[in-house]
């Protein structure tokens, strides 16, 4: 890779502290690349335990009238950012595409998901009503609010840099409370561009929303820090098992979202076409590098049958075109860097040693200037305990296994470490009425490729792919960036007799 930009040319990226950009304290940086052209586009700061302090601190601040703020007027702020996000699509999804690699109708779709999680959060005004009952002694009454927590903080992942902050972002400030992001740092642009254009929102006020840049010691930093109170996290299993319990070492409420192996059961009964379609979509668009994507297709029937429902979805995968996210004929784009092209390449070839076929061989397509492509690629006689089977890849690689019926799929299904989705295809109802029973993930699809939630409904998984009780987005969103109080009240002098009831009226 050769930079057309001389590195000097390259800017650093700032922190956005208490409505000011500023320099990081950190002076080691990261380079970020455009997947497809490997350019280089931003150095980032590693940002450390100072930045993060600063951070809260002015967040800390400008929670206290943030706080008092009428839940109807904060929602309006909300308002405000969805209509200044939704001028801004076409920009932010070309700077999804330029960062993190995928195609720009993907980045538009994420976009617009992020878009639909401020539209949740506006029904702050609604959601944060509490409850209460009259009567329950003589005089007394009880009722419950609630009331945020304080400082939060996000720390997001590189695979949606424009959907997961929002995840997040909205439903902190709708519920009364400061914000710090860190995002992931493989793809900070996003992240930047969307402070941006808060800043320019004046009914968010300066300070209530930070960005800090970094990795492992940026983290830390958060999940240490005794001014925040609730923690959100996205990324890999192992991280996910990181951030909670250190987080909760330190006193803090925490969601972390963590890793996934998605499977999809196909039932003889399979619409072929809705089948294929929905596999090759959730398998290799944006290169498999979804929370979401089902990278295991467990074949259920005679071998005739499990051999038909492979041959269909290898057509379809065949036709795909790995390319550039910003080229319109592109199908399969980049991965996320040309380090991870090259771990993705190591497990096929590993695999390929323990004796799996490679039935569709992504790593002979053209790994582009960036050194990033690698093409769909379907793995076939896997083992159900291989770790292709069990374990996240990450990329556009589809294991093949096969079960005899929908009892042997779920019991493989059932047996991962992971639980964030589970895809059937099936035309009977009464087996997808068996599956929604039965199968052990957080988020079920049926006849559908993809079967993430809309923000109006939680968003989480099950197992080793959640550290958390709530999830996010959703009413588990205004839950978990609040806290509840019950307040107890005895007034005298109050009737202890009923006015109404029994036949007065
Ligand atoms: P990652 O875990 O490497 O990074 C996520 C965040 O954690 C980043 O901000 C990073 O800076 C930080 N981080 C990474 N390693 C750390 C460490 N050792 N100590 C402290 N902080 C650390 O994840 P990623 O590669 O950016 O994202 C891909 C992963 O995220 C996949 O496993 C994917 O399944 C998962 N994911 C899950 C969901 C979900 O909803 N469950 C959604 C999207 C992505």
């Known amino acids: 890779m050769?930079?057309?930009?001389?590195?000097?040319?390259?800017?650093?990226l700032q922190q956005y502290i208490g409505g000011q950009w500023t320099p990081s304290s950190a002076s080691e940086t990261l380079d970020d690349r455009n997947p497809a052209t490997g350019e280089l586009l931003a150095r980032v700061p590693l940002g450390s335990k100072a930045d993060v302090d600063a951070a809260v601190r002015a967040a800390a601040e400008a929670q206290v009238a943030w706080r008092r703020t009428a839940p109807q007027v904060r929602a309006r702020a909300l308002?405000?950012?969805?209509?200044?996000?939704?001028?801004?699509?076409?920009?932010?999804?070309?700077?999804?595409?330029?960062?993190?690699?995928?195609?720009?109708?993907?980045?538009?779709a994420e976009v617009g998901r992020g878009i639909?999680?401020?539209?949740?959060?506006?029904?702050?005004?609604?959601?944060?009503?509490?409850?209460?009952?009259?009567?329950?002694?003589t005089g007394v009454d009880v009722e419950s609010f609630r009331q945020p927590i304080g400082v939060v903080a996000a720390i997001t992942p590189f695979n949606f840099p424009a959907m997961i902050p929002m995840w997040f972002l909205p439903f902190a400030l709708a519920t009364g409370n400061g914000f710090v992001l860190k995002p992931s740092e493989q793809v900070p642009l996003t992240a930047e561009r969307y402070v941006e254009l808060i800043e320019g929102i004046e009914e968010i006020p300066k300070g209530l929303v930070n960005l800090v840049h970094g990795a492992h010691d940026a983290v830390n930093g958060i999940l240490e820090h005794p001014g925040i109170g609730a923690v959100s996290f996205v990324g890999a299993a192992k991280t996910a098992r990181y951030v909670a319990t250190r987080a909760t070492e330190h006193g803090k409420r925490v969601q972390a979202l963590g890793g996934a192996k998605n499977a999809f059961i196909v039932l003889p009964d399979a619409d072929p076409k809705t089948m294929a379609g929905g596999i090759i979509g959730s398998a290799f668009g944006a290169a498999g590098q979804r929370c979401m994507a089902g990278s295991v297709a467990v074949l259920v029937g005679t071998q005739e049958q499990q051999d038909a429902q492979l041959e269909r979805i290898v057509e379809a995968a065949r036709a795909l075109r790995s390319g550039p996210g910003d080229d319109p004929q592109t199908d399969v784009c980049p991965v996320v860097s040309s380090d991870a092209r090259t771990r993705l390449v190591g497990e096929i070839d590993a695999a390929e040693r323990d004796g799996i076929q490679v039935v569709l061989d992504g790593r002979t397509a053209d790994p582009g200037q960036g050194q990033a492509n690698?093409?769909?690629?379907?793995?076939?006689?896997?083992?159900?305990g291989?770790?292709?089977?069990?374990?996240?890849?990450?990329?556009?690689v589809l294991s093949v296994v096969r079960a005899k019926d929908l009892d042997e799929a779920l019991a493989f299904t059932n047996a991962s470490r992971y639980g964030n989705s589970t895809i059937l295809?099936?035309?009977?109802?009464?087996?997808?009425?068996?599956?929604?029973?039965?199968?052990e993930s957080g988020m079920l699809g049926v006849n559908v490729g993809v079967a993430a939630p809309i923000a109006w409904m939680p968003f989480g998984g099950w197992k080793d792919s959640i550290d958390a009780d709530l999830h996010a987005n959703g009413e588990d969103?205004?839950?978990?960036?609040?806290?509840?109080?019950?307040?107890?009240t005895r007034w005298s002098g109050t009737s202890t007799t009923p006015t109404t009831g029994g036949m007065r009226y």
Not at 2 to 12: F, G, N, Y
Not at 426 to 432: H, V, Y
């Open 2 to 12: 050769t930079d057309t930009v001389a590195p000097s040319a390259v800017r650093t």
């Open 79 to 108: 308002y405000r950012l969805r209509d200044v996000l939704d001028q801004h699509r076409d920009e932010l999804a070309a700077l999804v595409t330029q960062d993190m690699g995928k195609t720009l109708d993907d980045a538009a």
């Open 116 to 137: 639909e999680s401020v539209e949740a959060a506006m029904a702050a005004p609604h959601l944060l009503k509490g409850q209460n009952l009259e009567g329950i002694g």
């Open 374 to 384: 690698l093409g769909p690629t379907i793995l076939d006689g896997v083992p159900q």
């Open 386 to 396: 291989h770790r292709v089977a069990t374990e996240e890849l990450f990329g556009p």
């Open 425 to 439: 295809f099936t035309e009977s109802g009464g087996a997808a009425r068996e599956f929604r029973y039965r199968a």
């Open 477 to 488: 969103g205004f839950r978990f960036y609040t806290r509840t109080k019950i307040v107890t």
